[in-house]
């Protein structure tokens, strides 16, 4: 199993001004250790953390009013927010033309409605941070990657020094069970 600790000091440090661009480029430098992968039985998964900031470009439609602002980081700022991504040889790892459809169809709904049974993080105290909430984002299979914003409640992780991402089987061949 590959155990790979997301340090609580990096999630809540990055510089205080920074573009969308530059947000993007810091959460993407791999010296940042925002991000962490490892392939399995030909699977691609990927863990990206997404600043709060990100989320609120996101959803601001335009100009930058300082009060629009305060109150979306206010929203975003009670969780953590990551990406999980699933891709096999550069495509979404769940598609129906590359498995059988009765595999494909039980994948899809285990995606879509199931992943708070299958996802949750770990602490360097050992407690264990179920899923808050899960957006599948559905591509149809036009999309590199299968992925969902996962959320986890930032309050039951403030004293930790580390957090684990662990990912248990749910029928892509990922092992028995998987952390980053």
């Known amino acids: 199993m590959l155990l790979v600790f997301l340090t609580y000091s990096i999630i809540s440090c990055s510089p205080p001004t920074l573009t969308e661009e530059e947000l993007k480029q810091f ?41 629009r602002i305060s109150s979306l980081r206010i929203k975003y700022s009670k969780y953590y927010y990551f990406v999980l991504s699933l891709s096999k040889n550069q495509r979404e790892a769940i598609q129906a033309s590359t498995m059988p459809q009765a595999q494909f169809s039980e994948l899809l709904q285990t995606i879509s409605f199931r992943m708070g049974t299958y996802v949750n993080m770990t602490t360097d105290a050992r407690d264990t941070i179920a899923l808050a909430d899960y957006v599948y984002n559905r591509t149809f299979g036009m999309g590199s990657s299968n992925d969902l914003l996962l959320v986890f409640n930032k309050d039951e992780a403030r004293t930790a020094n580390w957090l684990q991402i662990n990912l248990a089987e749910f029928g892509l061949g990922v092992g028995p069970g998987f952390a980053i």
């Open 27 to 67: 959460v993407l430098e791999p010296d940042n250790n925002l991000i962490q992968e490892e392939t399995i039985n030909d699977i691609n998964v990927r863990i990206t953390y997404r600043p709060t900031d990100l989320l609120v470009v996101q959803e601001l439609t335009n100009g930058t009013d300082t009060a």
